[in-house]
């Protein structure tokens, strides 16, 4: 899933093309929260443990997925399905949905923390092929070959800066 980013956000220029740097827009972003289940979900905390700890000092791992839409494909319905089982799989692990704090009364514990209303944010972008990488760069980013990373840093939303820093909230 991807964070939410500015209207426009400017994407670092391309050290291998003298082109203008490609653009990143993001159309839309939504908070999908779990799906209803019959009842409302509770607050709930789960503790991280010591394995998960040993990843607080690290940035959040970011995913990008790329998706080939077939000519003629009807953009909505997919985006609809994509929400859809995000919500339906957030209903079966609903506290993934929460926020990681810092444990009450403590100063180095954390746990994820469910609130109702919590959610995952879910970011519709579109990639500008004017510039920078063109069609065919767009294309091969789609493949299982190595790449740089620096190619595709562009197209990876911008996390909050406090979720750069902490990534907890109090």
């Known amino acids: 899933m991807a964070m939410a980013v500015g209207q426009q956000q400017q994407c670092a220029p391309s050290t291998f093309t003298s082109s203008p740097p490609p653009r990143l827009r993001a159309i839309d972003t939504t908070l999908v929260p779990p799906s209803p289940t019959g009842s409302v979900l509770p607050e709930s905390s789960l503790p991280l443990t010591f394995f998960d700890t040993l990843?607080?000092?690290f940035p959040p791992v970011e995913r990008l997925f790329l998706y080939r839409l077939a000519p003629g494909a009807d953009v909505p319905?997919?985006?609809?399905?994509?929400?859809?089982?995000?919500?339906?799989?957030?209903?079966?692990f609903y506290p993934l949905a929460g926020r990681l704090v810092l444990t009450p009364s403590t100063s180095n514990r954390y746990e994820l923390h469910y609130r109702p209303g919590d959610g995952?944010?879910?970011?519709?972008?579109?990639?500008?092929?004017?510039?920078?990488?063109?069609?065919?760069?767009?294309?091969?980013?789609?493949?299982?070959?190595?790449?740089?990373?620096?190619?595709?840093?562009?197209?990876?939303?911008?996390?909050?800066?406090?979720?750069?820093?902490?990534r907890a909230r109090r």
């Open 120 to 166: 995952v944010a879910f970011t519709v972008a579109e990639y500008d092929v004017g510039g920078g990488m063109g069609v065919d760069g767009i294309d091969g980013l789609g493949t299982d070959e190595p790449r740089e990373v620096a190619r595709i840093a562009p197209l990876v939303p911008a996390l909050p800066a406090a979720l750069g820093r902490r």
């Open 55 to 57: 990843w607080l000092p």
């Open 77 to 92: 319905a997919i985006l609809s399905n994509l929400k859809d089982a995000l919500s339906r799989a957030l209903s079966a």
